[in-house]
């Protein structure tokens, strides 16, 4: 029996449920598509294809490893199994529990429509296994490999990501001891503040997103640490924070929200050009690394919504483009988090993100010459004019002002349904009415 195993977020040989199963009846296909629907433009962009790239080169390693290298192909998803069933004679199809986008839950069930109308036996398995899986042993089966096209060919724009994490699991995997043995030991994300977050965070969520690095292989990690003798405090209670981070991204995947129709936003706020400091350093931050931590992100998208009136659409696929830890599957509830959460003004709260103003030092240069004073509100400095002219723009809006307005028209479309302000709007959320809800400001549900 030959078994075609279908790859698409689970880009790894480890702890993969569908590689197993089907190795262990047969010959393996393993197989992935380059399918325009998978990538879906208006949330991809160029930083994405490179992470994946690099994901992809390594996973091929390891299937080559193992036996069979990686079969890599561009094209219409079906179409493309259609013609290797064909060709190899394939009887079975095996790949893992679609929990992304809209579109990509259409394609895994039209594959498995068309799968089963043939006479296929169609298996689809848990991205995870209850014990993380070994890598099998594969037969060689004689397909071309292929390669991946650059994202121009795919038709994506250059995205500069100077600070880009790099794709891979090796790359994961260091990411991973590091934050258990190190970077894991400052202070819980809740309390970090934006530049002690970007050199404690775990930065395990593109790894995690890609499917490079399985939930189960990190909770495994967690595992062999908690049991290790003379382990030292710190270092458990990294592993106590990551594990309830886990916990969070299992809740907030169970069941993806609707999904807004909408272009990714453009203008001052997405290119972080509000002459708003810490709104604009964090959007900076994104842009040249791809990642950025919770607050900070949740912050981005609650200002983007409530005090410039972006549209949830346009602000998350935005957010997505530029996030190289993307995920269709939680994308939509942090939107949601985000716009129902309290409103509250960004520069009172960049200040508490960043108290020492190092944060924006670092990634708004051109306010060098603003004294600390001032840095979290330049328009106050008498020399701002003449020192920031052409450098750095006024504020495109009052930020007090516009909060103001913003909890004004909440009441105003939510009559009778409690107190407006700092605290969050009630929901039918049970990720926001459930405890993740926070005075602390509007927060993304994961820190990883």
């Not at 250059?158 to 995997?173: H, M, N, T, V």
């Not at 993307?326 to 108290?355: N, S």
Request: proline share 9%; charged share 25%; hydrophobic share 45%.
């Amino acid at each position: 029996m030959l078994s075609l195993v279908w790859f698409r977020r689970d880009l790894r040989v480890h702890d993969h449920p569908a590689l197993s199963r089907a190795a262990a009846e047969g010959p393996v296909l393993p197989v992935y598509v380059v399918d325009p629907v998978l990538l879906a433009p208006d949330e991809t962009s160029e930083r994405h294809i490179a992470f994946l790239g690099e994901s992809l080169r390594g996973l091929n390693e390891d299937l080559a490893v193992l036996g069979q290298p990686l079969v890599l192909r561009v094209g219409d998803s079906l179409e493309v199994l259609a013609r290797l069933v064909a060709k190899h004679r394939v009887t079975r199809i095996v790949t893992h529990a679609e929990t992304g986008s809209r579109a990509a839950r259409a394609l895994v069930a039209q594959v498995g429509d068309w799968a089963r109308g043939r006479g296929l036996d169609w298996l689809v398995l848990p991205e995870t296994g209850a014990q993380p899986c070994t890598a099998p042993a594969l037969q060689p089966v004689t397909e071309g490999t292929g390669v991946l096209p650059g994202a121009r060919a795919l038709g994506f724009t250059a995205s500069p990501c100077p600070f880009r994490q790099p794709g891979g699991r090796e790359a994961g995997l260091q990411m991973l001891e590091t934050y258990l043995a190190v970077r894991g030991q400052g202070l819980p994300p809740a309390r970090a503040t934006a530049p002690e977050a970007e050199r404690s965070g775990a930065r395990l969520s593109p790894y995690l997103a890609f499917g490079v690095l399985s939930a189960g292989e990190i909770r495994a990690a967690i595992a062999r640490l908690r049991d290790t003798p003379g382990a030292a405090p710190e270092r458990l209670s990294a592993a106590r924070l990551l594990t309830a981070q886990l916990k969070r991204r299992d809740t907030a995947r169970t069941a993806p929200l609707a999904e807004p129709e909408g272009a990714p936003a453009t203008g001052a706020w997405a290119r972080g050009e509000t002459g708003l400091p810490f709104l604009d350093a964090a959007m900076r931050a994104l842009i040249a690394s791809g990642w950025l931590d919770h607050r900070s992100r949740g912050l981005l998208a609650a200002a983007g919504m409530q005090l410039h009136g972006l549209g949830a659409a346009g602000v998350g696929r935005h957010l997505a483009r530029l996030s190289t830890d993307h995920d269709p599957a939680i994308l939509w509830r942090e939107m949601a988090r985000a716009g129902q959460g309290p409103i509250l003004d960004p520069v009172a709260t960049g200040r508490k993100l960043d108290p020492t103003g190092a944060f924006i030092r670092r990634w708004l240069p051109e306010l060098k010459p603003v004294p600390d004073a001032h840095l979290h509100t330049p328009w106050f400095w008498p020399e701002a004019r003449r020192a920031l002219a052409g450098r750095y723009p006024e504020p495109v809006l009052d930020p007090a002002c516009a909060a103001r307005e913003a909890r004004a028209l909440r009441a105003r479309m939510a009559p009778g349904r409690g107190r407006t302000g700092s605290r969050a709007m009630p929901c039918d959320d049970p990720l926001i009415e459930g405890g993740f809800r926070a005075a602390r400001g509007p927060q993304m549900t994961l820190d990883l």
